[in-house]
């Protein structure tokens, strides 16, 4: 199973960035798909995540700020995150459980002020 994650960056606060993770080795399409952030210093924490119809979850933080979707025939997730704060600094990673947890090598965004 590989995630592979990218889409991070520097951007400035208001700004605009959008993480895509592409997943192999999985059946794709039954595989409930998240977002985690580690933030320096702070606990890994769930941004967001899409289950296998497409509905999804968000963290108090991110909501309205922040989006969450799949392509199943790509086999990838995105988070599209607006009206990025400084506080979204973060390293970002893809993850899903097919028998045991999976993570992405991580994205790091950061969020100038």
């Known amino acids: 199973v590989q995630l592979q994650a990218s889409g991070g960056g520097l951007v400035q606060a208001g700004g605009y960035l959008r993480l895509s993770c592409v997943a192999s080795?999985?059946?794709?399409?039954?595989?409930?798909m998240g977002w985690y952030r580690r933030a320096p210093g702070k606990e890994r924490e769930l941004v967001a995540g899409v289950d296998t119809s497409g509905s999804p979850n968000y963290a108090d933080s991110v909501k309205g700020r922040f989006t969450i979707s799949r392509d199943n025939a790509k086999n990838t997730v995105y988070l599209q995150m607006h009206s990025l704060k400084p506080e979204d600094t973060a390293v970002y990673y893809c993850?899903?459980?097919?028998?045991?947890?999976?993570w992405g090598q991580g994205t790091l965004v950061t969020v100038s002020s």
């Open positions: 993850h899903t459980v097919d028998g045991t947890d999976y």
């Open positions: 080795g999985i059946m794709f399409r039954y595989n409930h």
